[in-house]
């Protein structure tokens, strides 16, 4: 089995949840989404955040508006929506509670790994 399936897919369960995220604190332009990600050591290629962006939209999740650009064309903004505002809470409690449950197992985990390598110390 490679780890790199393993990683891409633990990478996408949360790229949505991380790029609404950021539209939820105030409008953004993607070209910002992907600086933010990047800036976070989370990579994100334009490949990936169009289509994404696009299926929310459908989806009614996220809105956009164009804006004016001194350097170029129009720059779309997306927004969330009021059912977007809706699902990102939904989105919100279930990281939580994953991210709980997740840390609990690791930590413990950890703490049978640290017992194991001091009771092999002792003897």
Do not use: H
Not at 69 to 95: A, M, V
Request: glycine share 6%.
């Amino acid at each position: 089995m490679k780890i790199e399936n393993t990683q891409s897919q633990m990478r996408k369960g949360v790229l949505e949840y991380c790029i609404l995220s950021i539209i939820k604190r105030e409008e953004a332009y993607p070209g910002d989404i992907i600086d933010e990600m990047k800036s976070a050591g989370l990579q994100l290629l334009e490949g990936t955040l169009y289509p994404l962006l696009n299926r929310l939209k459908n989806a009614e999740i996220l809105s956009y508006r164009w804006v004016e650009s001194n350097s170029g064309p129009p720059r779309k903004y997306f927004r969330l929506t009021d059912k977007g505002e809706e699902f990102y809470g939904l989105l919100e409690s279930t990281w939580n509670e994953l991210s709980k449950g997740v840390n609990t197992v690791a930590r413990k985990t950890e703490a049978i790994q640290i017992n194991k390598t001091e009771e092999a110390k002792s003897i």
